[in-house]
């Protein structure tokens, strides 16, 4: 960093240090390079005021020149090692017979049996997976936690597999995890899971997290909402029931979670997930940003024909909604039919009334929502369009003025 003149006003220059130290010490570990691809996803959690991502990302780069560093091992293993895991999980649940209701916990089972017996001992504590919102009640409103059920490692919610019908995605799944999963298999789902937050946060943010939160903006419950998917509820007692993610938002920040209940997975057709589909996320930056409109789209098409359309928004309103309009408009419709489209679009700006806030306007909202209809119609019908998806600004753009001109 200092070579490369990448520490500017050293305010930000800790963390950019320890997120491209831990780049370095994954690639010792597994096949992944340093390239500038890896750089910028490693960096995405960071700001730099001074606008010097240029001399730090080179400092990343500059990372393939150095050895591995061999980290000797301790000499003392930490007394918690020395403990089984089993122990350790033992000792917590002996801990929930023995103190007092009002004191402080922090537990984390392993299996949904610890989990039943955690929450029948402790049936006020508050869920925490990832804690990437969930703290923000504890940091910025001073709100206080007696006792915490940390839900993270409960292995029947980390599912993520393909069955016979469908996808079948945990609770406790990361955004990471399943953008790794997704990756070879559904490079558009990849593609949305990248500019979400930022590495740092995909690493703890949980799928779960991202839909009981039932927040307006969030950009996991439009693409279910495309999908159709089915949300697995699990209570207490053990018993479970299905939801569909269309019915799970009653209004703001309201869900049909009951108070007994956790969402232990979620479930999407594997025939619709082979269904042309495309999620549009619209910020003022590329990753660590809210979305001012979120756009989740699936087309089948049967003979040249729109049999079944999903339009679903995120940011739009108080939950997210689907444009039950425009989808009827357009289903029936050639896929090629340009006035079907535009009638689609009418529809739209019909029964949309967007909100407005610091993000955007509504009416810029309302003209967003309608251009990511016709760009996700461009690409049906086989037209290239740009998407901006991933790190996509070229080092031009990130170097001197000079050589810009001179790339121009």
């Known amino acids: 960093m200092v070579a490369c003149h990448g520490s500017q006003c050293g305010f ?3 963390g950019f240090v320890l997120s491209l130290a831990g780049l ?16 910028c996803d490693a960096i995405s959690g960071n700001l730099c005021r001074c606008t010097g991502y240029r001399p730090i990302i080179e400092a990343g780069l500059s990372m393939t020149k150095e050895p591995m560093i061999k980290v000797q091992d301790a000499k003392e293993t930490p007394f918690v090692e020395l403990m089984s895991k089993n122990d350790r999980v033992k000792t917590q649940l002996e801990r929930l017979q023995t103190e007092p209701k009002n004191s402080r916990n922090y537990l984390q089972p392993n299996d949904l049996e610890q989990l039943a017996h955690a929450l029948k001992s402790h ?3 508050v869920l925490i997976a990832g804690g990437t919102d969930l703290m923000l009640e504890n940091t910025q409103r001073y709100r206080d936690f007696n006792t915490l059920i940390d839900v993270s490692s409960v292995v029947e919610l980390k599912h993520l597999q393909i ?6 995605i945990g609770a406790s799944v990361t955004y990471s995890e399943l953008e790794d999963f997704s990756k070879p298999l559904y490079p558009q789902m990849n593609a949305l899971l990248s500019r979400i937050a930022s590495r740092q946060i995909r690493n703890r943010g949980t799928i779960g997290g991202n839909v009981a ?3 307006p903006i969030a950009d996991l419950p439009p693409l279910l909402l495309a999908f159709d998917a089915n949300i697995q509820l699990l209570k207490h007692d053990g018993s479970t029931r299905a939801v569909n993610i269309a019915d799970f938002y009653l209004g703001y920040k309201k869900t049909q979670l009951a108070s007994d209940e956790i969402i232990a997975s979620f479930e999407l057709s594997l025939n619709k997930l082979a269904q042309f589909h495309r999620f549009y996320k619209v910020s003022k930056r590329m990753e660590d940003d809210i979305s001012s409109v979120m756009l989740a789209v699936r087309f089948d098409v049967d003979h040249g024909k729109l049999s079944d359309v999903r339009l679903a928004f995120g940011g739009m309103a108080a939950t997210p909604i689907r444009g039950l309009k425009a989808e009827a408009a357009l289903t029936g419709k050639a896929i090629n039919d340009e006035q079907g489209l ?3 679009i009418d529809a739209l700006r019909s029964e949309l009334t ?3 806030d610091m993000r955007a306007s509504a009416k810029y909202r309302l003209d967003m929502a309608c251009n990511l209809i016709r760009k996700a119609w461009l690409e049906l019908n086989g037209t290239d369009v740009v998407t901006f998806s991933g790190h996509a600004v070229s080092d031009s753009i990130l170097s001197t003025g000079l050589e810009a001109s001179t790339h121009a």
């Open 12 to 14: 930000c220059t800790p």
């Open 354 to 356: 967007p909100m407005s």
């Open 163 to 168: 069955g016979e019908a469908a996808l079948t």
């Open 213 to 215: 939160n039932a927040s």
């Open 24 to 39: 370095y010490e994954k690639t010792q570990r597994s096949e992944q390079t340093i390239d500038r691809e890896a750089v």
């Open 342 to 344: 535009n009638q689609a």
């Open 123 to 125: 049936p006020d504590a």
